[in-house]
Nanobody, 124 residues
Framework: QVQLVESGGGLVQAGGSLRLSCEASESTFSYYNMGWFRRAPGKEREFVAA????????KYGDPVKGRFTISRDNAKNTVYLQMNNLKPEDTAVYYC?????????????????WGQGTQVTVSA
C-alpha cells in the first residue's frame, strides 16, 4: 500500500494560485498513475486531474481545464497540482490517489490508495 501525504493547501483570493504537492512513501511510485480529486462541502468527490506513471500523458476534469496543471517528479516520489486563476467554486478538500490501472482514468474506484487531503479555500 502506498502512503500519500498532501501539502500546499491554504486560503487564497479569487484569481490567485496555489501549488499542491503529494509525496508518496514508496520507491515504486513511478509504477503508478496518479490522480487528484476534490470534495466540496455538500458534494461528492470529483475528479480533477490524472497523470500517467511516466508523466507522458494527463487528463483533466472540465471545470479545471486550462487553469490547473498536473505534473510529477519520480525522483522525488511526488506529484503536483498547479492551480491558477482560482475561483470560489474551487474551494474543497483536495486528495491525491494512486492507481495501478494500465491507463488513465477519472473513476474513483480505480484508485486504490488515498491521502488524507488538504484544504483549499478561495475567497471572493
Amino acid at each position: 500500500q502506498v502512503q500519500l501525504v498532501e501539502s500546499g493547501g491554504g486560503l487564497v483570493q479569487a484569481g490567485g494560485s496555489l501549488r499542491l504537492s503529494c509525496e508518496a512513501s514508496e520507491s515504486t511510485f513511478s509504477y503508478y498513475n496518479m490522480g487528484w480529486f476534490r470534495r466540496a462541502p455538500g458534494k461528492e468527490r470529483e475528479f480533477v486531474a490524472a497523470i500517467s506513471h511516466d508523466g507522458g500523458s494527463s487528463k483533466y476534469g472540465d471545470p479545471v481545464k486550462g487553469r490547473f496543471t498536473i505534473s510529477r517528479d519520480n525522483a522525488k516520489n511526488t506529484v503536483y497540482l498547479q492551480m491558477n486563476n482560482l475561483k470560489p467554486e474551487d474551494t474543497a478538500v483536495y486528495y491525491c490517489a494512486a492507481s495501478g490501472y494500465p491507463f488513465l482514468t477519472a473513476s474513483l474506484v480505480t484508485y486504490r490508495d488515498w491521502g488524507q487531503g488538504t484544504q483549499v479555500t478561495v475567497s471572493a
